[in-house]
């Protein structure tokens, strides 16, 4: 007896059913395999994955893979203020790392700014002073200040009325306003809390009275020309040692007359040449405590070894050409008193490293230019 085998047989309709769910089920692979494929194309141009999700949702994928790389939009993405209308102004616009950015922006667009202008107002501030300059009616030719490179958004108010007063040109009014020329000297000075061996100090800038640099080396005697001990930071040593050297190869003798002095130290002084010589002497030559460099640590005063007075001596000479190329730089010179605010003082030097002291001495700027220039962020 054969068996007979049973074949199954589907209907028609369930044919065209799995047929249907087949098709569909290949669709969705395809649909899968694009969409993991942009994900990756977004993500290799530099968009985050929230952005990715918002691209999405937005159905502005094709927008995004024909702009490319771009740090705005991939923040206005990102942001629970983004506005679809602004969508063509955000690419335009320069990025800045600053919490607030596009509700920022939205809020400049709304009032008229061009993305130009946008782009300059987000460059010369942080979060705070454009979160603060949005709230403000709109300013007219605010490029004249701002399109110098150092310029605070902060202190636009400033530069305007600087210039109305001064009538100076607004590269020199930025300059100025930085460097606090618009107020008295002493007046609302900036107490520096954070030390870092570029500090500027001034009679606009302060440090505290308990300050002390934490990297003090004692200079040799032999190099000292000074009834004590003679310290200042360990790289200023190192570096006059250096100096020295080079200086005694042509027959010539550095001394070190003064280095560190601590806020106490400075009171001294500026009491001493007060009773002996009145105020204007000291507002002219001596700093008032808080004020001096040299609690720094970074600054000392030259001698020469053969010579009382340092302007008179070949060191001074050798000085004046050559300090530069060991990080040295005259701090206070005669030509440059007016943006100094001290008379000039050939014998003190400030350590600022090779670089800094070259390009100074190549442009022939203090380094009070230089900081608010480079440094001053």
């Known amino acids: 007896m054969t068996q007979k085998k049973l074949k199954l047989k589907l209907k028609p309709k369930f044919k065209k059913i799995f047929l249907v769910i087949g098709i569909i089920l290949v669709i969705l692979l395809i649909l899968?395999?694009?969409?993991?494929?942009?994900?990756?194309?977004?993500?290799?141009?530099?968009y985050s994955d929230k952005a990715i999700d918002s691209i999405f949702q937005k159905f502005k994928?094709?927008?995004?893979?024909?702009v490319g790389e771009n740090k705005m939009i991939n923040a206005a993405f990102e942001s629970k203020d983004y506005k679809e209308k602004n969508l063509e102004s955000y690419e335009k616009i320069e990025y800045q790392d600053q919490k607030d950015i596009i509700k920022n922006v939205n809020t400049l667009l709304d009032k008229g700014y061009k993305t130009s202008e946008i782009s300059l107002i987000l460059s010369r501030g942080d979060n705070d002073s454009v979160t603060e300059f949005a709230k403000r009616d709109k300013v007219n030719y605010l490029d004249e200040f701002l399109s110098v490179d150092y310029a605070k958004l902060k202190n636009l108010d400033r530069?305007?009325?600087?210039?109305?007063?001064?009538?100076?040109?607004?590269?020199?009014?930025?300059?100025?306003?930085?460097?606090?020329?618009d107020k008295e000297d002493y007046e609302d000075p900036l107490e520096i809390t954070d030390f870092d061996p570029d500090v500027l100090v001034n009679k606009h800038r302060q440090l505290t009275e308990d300050y002390v640099p934490e990297d003090l080396e004692t200079f040799d005697e032999e190099d000292t020309k000074a009834d004590e001990k003679v310290k200042a930071n360990k790289e200023v040593v190192d570096a006059f040692a250096e100096m020295k050297e080079a200086a005694s190869e042509e027959g010539l003798t550095l001394m070190v007359s003064s280095g560190y002095r601590s806020y106490q130290d400075q009171e001294?002084?500026?009491?001493?040449y007060l009773e002996a010589y009145g105020q204007n002497y000291v507002n002219n030559y001596v700093a008032k405590p808080g004020f001096s460099e040299h609690q720094t640590g970074m600054s000392i005063d030259v001698?020469?070894?053969?010579?009382?007075?340092?302007v008179e001596s070949d060191e001074y000479s050798w000085m004046m050409d050559n300090a530069y190329l060991y990080g040295f730089i005259l701090r206070y010179p005669k030509s440059k008193e007016d943006i100094t605010g001290y008379k000039c003082e050939a014998w003190h030097y400030r350590y600022v490293g090779k670089k800094i002291a070259s390009y100074i001495k190549e442009h022939d700027i203090t380094y009070d230019e230089y900081y608010v220039m480079f440094l001053d962020k």
């Open 303 to 310: 001698a020469s070894g053969t010579e009382n007075i340092f």
């Open 159 to 181: 530069y305007v009325a600087y210039q109305e007063q001064e009538h100076e040109d607004a590269e020199t009014t930025v300059l100025y306003v930085n460097l606090d020329f």
């Open 32 to 46: 899968l395999f694009i969409y993991l494929n942009k994900r990756g194309e977004l993500s290799s141009l530099g």
């Open 268 to 272: 001294e002084i500026t009491n001493t």
């Open 61 to 66: 994928v094709s927008y995004v893979e024909e």
